[in-house]
């Protein structure tokens, strides 16, 4: 383990521990080992397989946060607390799940098999009571430190009850989560805006996938955490060791233990006693009482005294978190681990994704005594009377917890469009904004908007200027308080109602993630926006595809989008971001090229926010580009507005005769109107198609085409045939017309469209990087000028 950490003070629990209920726990902590070791084994060696691929299920892993995960949930829990567990743990939470009766044994025996429990804790798709879904490592254990800020929010805006209980966000880690560059993003976030509540629990056993963790980490995870102000709390030796220290040899042999490397270490628990025996002779020879300390032990013994680690000595960790209980300063314990504690694997650096095999299952079992055919009852092999262990059961906290309120919907007045003769889309969201902050409406106090530092430049400034940010304590600008002229005026308060973040769009997409959770976990709803620059939604990505994996409700609004912004260079320039708009699940993208078009999409995009049943997040690709707008007779407004929610509509519609019709997307309007208004002369009735979301249109024509598949029988029986809203505008154009597609992003966002009814297709986009230029040249390079969208009309009217 090399090298002694800093002492952690001694820890006084508040009450001291109940012996028969210290006894209680390590019954159940036994018997969550064997029903998470057990679910593995059945789901690899006793289950049918179809496809002849391992399960797998991480027996090492779970075994090693036994302890921990027991002194958790059935002591130090409160039914306020929230807490995502580490993703290779999931057996042992669905086990401690099945205990308290919030999980079923069906869903057990599927265990990583359709239907069942989940691989990982899955907040949409397991049945027990799963806070933050995790899997992708790191994002877990940072969600929770967001969620704590997110409560902090909720609290002193006065949208829970008054004195409602503050929860602890906890997150339970594995030491090589550590290694996610994403945690440190959060830690220095989480500083700023001066995190409560938050315990980060670390199962340091030392051993990741691959191999040994570095024996100097703890070091610099208690500089780490030290340095953003979280108490530190280093576990390492249980009660055994700890008074052995005061015995024969016993100081020399936890100075011993401390210097040992991991490696090291990590053998010798796997070769067991005699091998540790053999080591202290060699290594301490000469060192008085050792004969004496070695003498008291046989190898068994011996072997239990030397792995006799902090995070596996319930009465240790109990009085860690008691001690820690009531203090608002967020909490970072080091708890010492053996990886494959309890099991033949136990210290083996292969044994991550190693599973015990028959044998050693029926020997475990013996040890565990557990009668055959009672291998999933709940209580059997306890040594503690059934009875008992229900009542303890259903007296412990975590398990009162009732479900969290429905939050009432939040009305959706309508939204106008601001008025002017040319203006891009992310101008048009700001004074959309800008007006909405005018009034304390229903709608505006739950809006909470949130930027990596670019608030000024994706034009939420407005709305700032006039809701503040949000912060525990009030701090005015020194600017404003100097009498410096500035059009920002950025008041710090608790009732402020943007989060101002630093450029880390990881940090975006969690926070978005947890502020569109505040209802299921808070009671709260929230409307979050978030913006951002459209190119570096890439930078978030892993966040944004764990946001909508959890179920959360958002939007990011993110600008400029494609090469619009052509004088930044290819870096700041955007091609495939429409394609994860539409291939990410739970999160719709619209791009609209008008101000009226914006206005229907965030109006039709609140109430989306809160549509239990077919609702979801948003993204919203918007341009710094300036374009003439269009005015609209009055009489169009109804079709025209619905049309727009669910993907497109006609701007200009074709005849029955056209031979050509232009389908584009977002800013790039002007130069295909250009373009349109010159191949009119050769092809009347030529149709101009504004698609205002790719996403919505393609999901739509996806849903009906699976449904012709399936045979939907409703349909069948009234005759009817199911279809969509791009095959109804389609339908419109002559079958054997032509048509070009054009998109400021890659052209395959579109060219999907000419397979709606098989129309012969160019499709126009982005498909290289750009480089610094003008407008006019950037469109030229990649082909989405006028000039280009007529010889791509050419080609298909030849």
């Not at 398990?399 to 048009?428: F, G, L």
Request: charged share 20%; hydrophobic share 40%; glycine share 8%.
């Amino acid at each position: 383990m090399l090298a002694q950490p800093r002492r952690t003070p001694a820890l006084t629990p508040s009450n001291p521990l109940d012996p028969k209920t210290l006894a209680m726990l390590r019954a159940l902590e036994r018997k969550v080992l064997w029903l998470a070791t057990w679910t593995i084994h059945n789901a690899n060696h006793l289950r049918p397989s179809r496809d002849g691929l391992k399960v797998g299920g991480h027996q090492s892993s779970s075994a090693s946060v036994a302890t921990l995960m027991t002194a958790l949930y059935f002591h130090t829990l409160r039914p306020e607390d929230r807490v995502a567990v580490k993703p290779h743990a999931s057996p042992v939470f669905h086990a401690i799940q099945y205990l308290l009766g919030k999980q079923s044994r069906e869903k057990l025996e599927r265990f990583r098999a359709y239907g069942g429990a989940q691989s990982y804790p899955s907040r949409t798709k397991d049945i027990d009571d799963v806070d933050f879904s995790t899997g992708s490592v790191g994002l877990g254990v940072a969600a929770t430190l967001f969620a704590s800020i997110v409560q902090d929010y909720a609290h002193l805006h006065r949208m829970v009850p008054d004195g409602e209980r503050m929860g602890r966000m906890i997150s339970l880690l594995g030491d090589a989560e550590l290694d996610e560059g994403n945690i440190y993003e959060a830690l220095l976030e989480g500083w700023k805006h001066d995190v409560r509540n938050c315990w980060w629990i670390i199962d340091y056993n030392r051993q990741s996938l691959d191999g040994v963790v570095s024996d100097a980490l703890f070091r610099k995870i208690e500089g780490f955490f030290d340095n953003v102000g979280w108490n530190v709390v280093t576990l390492k030796f249980g009660k055994q060791l700890e008074a052995a220290r005061h015995g024969p040899a016993g100081e020399a042999v936890l100075d011993w233990i401390d210097r040992c490397e991991n490696q090291m270490y990590s053998a010798l628990t796997f070769k067991g006693g005699a091998a540790w025996r053999e080591r202290l002779q060699r290594d301490l020879s000469g060192t008085s009482g050792l004969k004496e300390l070695l003498d008291q032990h046989d190898d068994a013994s011996l072997g239990r005294l030397m792995t006799n680690l902090g995070g596996h000595d319930l009465e240790t960790i109990l009085e860690a978190f008691d001690a820690a209980d009531g203090n608002e300063t967020p909490h970072c314990f080091v708890a010492y681990t053996i990886k494959g504690w309890g099991l033949p694997l136990a210290g083996h650096k292969d044994n991550h994704a190693g599973l015990m095999n028959p044998e050693q299952l029926r020997t475990f079992q013996q040890l565990m005594n557990v009668p055959d055919g009672h291998e999933w009852e709940p209580f059997a092999g306890l040594d503690i009377d059934e009875q008992a262990t229900r009542s303890f059961l259903s007296r412990v906290p975590f398990a009162q917890r009732q479900p969290t309120p429905v939050c009432e919907k939040i009305a959706v007045p309508a939204i106008e469009a601001p008025k002017a003769d040319k203006m891009s889309t992310q101008e048009a969201f700001g004074k959309i904004l800008f007006e909405l902050a005018r009034e304390r409406t229903p709608l505006a106090e739950r809006i909470v908007t949130t930027s990596p530092d670019v608030t000024v430049s994706t034009n939420l400034s407005g709305w700032v200027n006039r809701r503040g940010i949000f912060h525990r304590t009030e701090r005015s600008d020194a600017f404003q308080a100097e009498k410096i002229a500035s059009p920002q005026k950025w008041q710090m308060a608790p009732a402020g109602q943007h989060i101002e973040l630093g450029i880390a769009e990881h940090n975006l997409f969690l926070l978005l993630g947890q502020l569109g959770l505040s209802d299921k976990l808070h009671g709260a709803r929230l409307l979050p926006i978030g913006t951002v620059y459209d190119p570096f939604i890439n930078r978030g990505l892993d966040a944004l595809i764990y946001a909508c994996y959890q179920g959360a409700r958002f939007m990011i609004v993110a600008t400029p989008s494609g090469v619009t912004l052509a004088p930044e260079g290819g870096a700041h320039q955007s091609i495939g971001t429409p394609l994860i708009g539409m291939s990410q699940d739970g999160l719709t993208y619209y791009e609209p090229a008008f101000a009226d078009e914006l206005a229907i999409v965030l109006q039709h995009g609140f109430n989306h926010l809160q549509d239990d049943e077919v609702g979801g997040s948003l993204y919203l690709r918007l341009t710094t580009r300036s374009i003439e707008q269009i005015q609209r007779p009055p009489t169009e407004n109804v079709d025209w507005a619905a049309s727009v929610v669910k993907g497109g509509y006609w701007l200009r519609k074709p005849t029955g005769s056209s031979t050509l019709a232009l389908a584009y997307c977002g800013a790039i309007a002007p130069e295909v109107l250009e373009a349109a208004t010159e191949l009119a002369q050769t092809h009347p009735g030529l149709g101009v198609l504004a698609v205002t979301s790719p996403d919505a249109l393609y999901s739509d024509w996806d849903k009906a085409q699976r449904a012709r598949r399936a045979g939907d029988k409703e349909q069948t029986r009234k005759g009817e045939k199911a279809s969509s809203h791009a095959e109804t505008l389609l339908a419109e154009l002559p079958q054997d017309a032509g048509l070009v597609t054009i998109i400021d992003g890659h052209p395959a966002s579109l060219s999907w469209l000419g397979a709606v009814q098989r129309n012969r297709t160019q499709a126009l986009g982005v498909t290289k990087f750009g480089q610094s230029s003008d407008l006019q040249d950037a469109f030229r390079l990649h082909g989405l000028d006028a000039d280009s969208i007529i010889a791509a009309a050419r080609v298909l009217t030849a």
